[in-house]
């Protein structure tokens, strides 16, 4: 392999890094509220009773959170462990590329993994998704390389690789699944070997088990099936948003609709030539294997979901994003060199669009830590600040981690809601933070709030602070 190829690596490398950097420190939303509820200010042992009583995953990330939160800020040192399994998710899909399909393809598929918004979303995101998705890639190179020069220590390390799959996240399971199907059928010469790595995944994961059972007792599939149900229009688009897409956000927005349309285009023109120009015979087992793979947990999710749970999310697809993205480079690559810059330009374009959009306010998670200075530059200690969320059921506020306690604070709906309200009416003034999406887009008509009207705005990107203050008249 040349020495421009590694160049190139190392520079989709960097590159992977510097975005992911450069979006470190935005305000934790969502599901991340969890973890940084779980490990901020927990000790180790706390942090397993919490995860055994309120999640609904394995502990491995919340472990490696742990202790990179002891570090500094948790509200951003949370996410150094996605942060570091996203960036080593690009060199590491080039090298089961290269072990696979060859350095071309590779290649490509890297930079797929580099410069998607999913998996940059993913890559601070304070979850275990991209951990998931570099030790799905890490456990099939080291099945890869235990099968072609068999070794104690190379079944070992894919046991050991494989064992953390499954820590960390349930959908795991299906690449887990795949791997070893894939494996028995083509390998039976190491039905042995590979039996007794998994039988050592089995009794390393035992351990777990009645944790796994008290999860379910209040499994989250229950929740997912209500606000994300299962149709061939939410299939539809979850799966393309899992290359250009954002999670946040409808494909309308990021990359765009012309953009999505171009990414079709290309990607079904460049697997329409590979598949006329046939497989090449000393790649058809690799590439049976990456299919298998990019189909794990697409095909693993629907099927469970079309009981009365549902595990159907675009982020729970992220195990088959490298395999993918792989695909996608090998079909590229085999369209021939004129044919193939071409595609392959128009599928990094796309991707190039959804990546700068991810810097764009509008397109990030809702700026809460530059809400709360707004409030810190503007506000006397003890005045009332008020969140607004959509979501009303969860008490998990993104506010309050960045909010000076020196402030009356409540999340409209919940607790200290009523005495907030009373304290904006003693001082004549409240801060009032709301996301301008959806139905929160228009005026808002508060009770607690008769006699005040809003006197000053701030905003940035889909977060408002409204300051409300007492209206003249009797």
């Known amino acids: 392999m040349s020495r421009g190829t590694w160049a190139a690596v190392a520079g989709l490398t960097a590159l992977a890094f510097a975005i992911r950097l450069a979006q470190l420190d935005q305000s934790l939303f969502g599901d ?111 099945l890869v390389r235990a099968l072609d020069r068999p070794s104690r220590s190379r079944w070992a390390l894919f046991a050991l690789l494989t064992l953390a799959v499954v820590y960390t996240h ?41 944790s796994f059972l008290v999860q379910r007792q209040d499994s ?21 948003k899992v290359m250009p897409g954002d999670p946040l956000f409808p494909l309308a927005g990021v990359p765009g609709r012309a953009a999505t349309a171009i990414f079709l285009v290309a990607g079904g023109a460049a697997v329409a030539v590979a598949l006329s120009r046939g497989r090449a015979r000393a790649q058809s087992n690799a590439v049976e294997l990456l299919a298998v793979l990019a189909l794990a947990t697409p095909v693993g999710s629907i099927a469970y979901s079309l009981g009365s749970e549902s595990i159907f999310l675009p982020r729970n697809l992220i195990p088959s994003l ?63 600040v008020l969140e607004i969320s959509i979501d009303v059921v969860t008490p998990l506020s993104p506010l309050r981690p960045v909010l000076p306690r020196r402030f009356e604070f409540a999340r409209f709906g919940h607790r200290g809601t ?41 905003r940035r990107g889909t977060l408002s602070v409204l300051v409300y203050r007492r209206t003249a008249g009797p």
Do not use: C, N
């Open 170 to 210: 349930y959908v795991g399971v299906f690449v887990v699944v795949a791997q070893g199907a894939w494996a028995a059928w083509l390998h039976r010469d190491r039905l042995r070997e590979l039996g007794l790595a998994y039988l050592a995944v089995v009794i390393g994961y035992a351990p777990w088990i009645p």
């Open 220 to 240: 989250a599939a229950v929740r997912i099936a209500h606000a994300y149900p299962l149709t061939a229009e939410s299939v539809g688009r979850g799966l393309l």
């Open 32 to 142: 991340e509220l969890f973890l940084y509820r779980i490990v901020a200010h927990s000790g180790l042992g706390r942090v397993f009773r919490l995860v055994h009583d309120t999640e609904s995953t394995p502990p491995l990330h919340f472990v490696l959170a742990w202790a990179t939160a002891k570090v500094g800020d948790p509200t951003v040192w949370i996410r150094i462990p996605s942060l570091v399994a996203g960036t080593a998710m690009v060199p590491a899909t080039f090298a089961l590329g290269l072990r696979t399909v060859g350095d071309r393809a590779a290649l490509l598929g890297a930079a797929v993994v580099a410069i998607a918004p999913f998996s940059i979303f993913y890559g601070v995101e304070g979850r275990a998704y991209a951990t998931l998705g570099l030790l799905a890639v890490l456990s099939t190179l080291a």
């Open 418 to 458: 009523a005495a907030t309200f009373a304290r904006a009416r003693a001082r004549g003034h409240i801060f009032v933070v709301v996301p301008r999406v959806g139905a929160l887009t228009g005026p808002l008509r508060l009770a607690g709030l008769r006699g005040l009207r809003v006197a000053e705005s701030w």
């Open 322 to 384: 490298p395999a993918a993205a792989l695909l996608l480079g090998t079909a590229t690559s085999r369209a021939g060199r004129s044919l193939g810059v071409a595609l392959a330009a128009g599928l990094l374009g796309v991707l190039i669009v959804g990546a700068v959009k991810t810097f764009d306010p509008d397109y990030g998670r809702p700026p809460y830590r530059d809400a709360a200075a707004y409030i810190e530059s503007h506000a006397r200690p003890g005045d009332a």
